[in-house]
């Protein structure tokens, strides 16, 4: 996947770093569509990272079949609290879309860069700059904003408030997943950790089907088809472009470039189901990608 060690053309990166966001942002839309379809929440998720794993099995077998014969005991460790924590992101996320606008769930999944900051000060000892942490103290008011607004508006959605906590819960997941896999891939090449971080999470959220009740079949051919979408468009091709990109520019652009995400579903929202966003919480969102713009420039060391 990084064979060559000829640098490709200087616009590939920005390119392929725009078809990732594209697709990222499809994936709200698709896990609506799911359910609409009758996928339950937790169904769904298993769907989107299994066919994703078994997707990438071949590649990762033919790349990188000697190092995960070879996995230490430390590293499958890592393997099995990143998949768990990959597991909860998505099982919370996907589920937050059940009872919140679409606007709401992306914006507020998207702050893991500041639960990542704030991690790594209280675990790890780094001193946040003043520019990550006023990046913080805007993030955190764009999301009590959004939180506020839902709760006092008819935003889409049976619970707005559960959906926006099932929602930032899903972005604490995903910082952990991020935490653990930052040091998983240190000694492990891209096919072999994406193959391994999505079928662990995959068989957690299998476990959790069987045990909850939740079956996998008995839907429609379509159903099915939406969840093939969301496996190879947001899961696959949306973070392998991320994970691609990160030899070629920044890990700060890209997750500056993250930060259209929220926005183009919420486009995305208004366009398919009609979701329209008060002031209030137009507002919040707008808060949000400031703070979390200011953070992340606030990484650069």
């Known amino acids: 996947m990084d064979g060559s060690s000829r640098p490709p053309p200087r616009w590939l990166p920005f390119l392929v770093l725009g078809v990732g966001l594209l697709a990222i942002s499809f994936g709200a839309i698709l896990a609506r569509f799911a359910q609409a379809y009758g996928l339950p929440s937790l169904t769904i998720a298993t769907l989107r990272l299994g066919l994703a794993a078994l997707l990438i099995t071949p590649l990762a077998l033919w790349q990188s079949g000697r190092t ?30 059940e009872y919140t606008s679409v606007a709401s769930s992306t914006a507020l999944v998207t702050t893991n860069l500041l639960w990542i900051g704030i991690a790594s000060f209280l675990l790890f000892g780094d001193r946040p700059s003043r520019l990550l942490l006023v ?12 939180f506020w607004s839902d709760s006092r508006s008819s935003a889409p959605g049976s619970n707005p408030l559960l ?39 995959a068989i957690f959220l299998f ?24 496996a190879v468009g947001p899961q696959l091709l949306g973070h392998t472009s ?11 652009f890209i997750a500056v470039v993250t930060l259209g995400e929220p926005v183009g ?3 995305m929202a208004w366009i398919f189901f009609g979701e329209a966003f008060t002031l209030w919480q137009g507002i919040g969102f707008v808060l949000l990608l400031v703070g979390i713009y200011l953070a992340a420039r606030g990484e650069v060391r």
Request: net charge positive.
């Open 163 to 201: 959906g926006n906590f099932l929602a930032v819960a899903g972005s604490w997941c995903f910082s952990a997943y991020l935490l653990i896999g930052r040091r998983l891939r240190a000694s492990l090449p891209l096919p072999a950790y994406v193959w391994l971080a999505y079928g662990s999470a």
């Open 265 to 267: 579903s919420a486009l």
């Open 68 to 97: 995960l014969g070879a996995l230490n005991r430390r590293q499958a460790l890592l393997t099995g609290g990143a998949g768990l924590f990959l597991a909860l992101h998505f099982a919370t996320w996907i589920s937050s879309l």
């Open 135 to 146: 990046g913080i103290v805007i993030s955190i008011s764009g999301s009590g904003l959004i």
């Open 242 to 252: 991320y994970n691609w990109s990160l030899k070629h520019v920044s890990p700060t």
């Open 207 to 230: 476990v959790a089907c069987q045990a909850s009740g939740t079956p996998l079949g008995g839907y429609s051919n379509v159903a099915y088809l939406v969840a093939l979408g969301m």
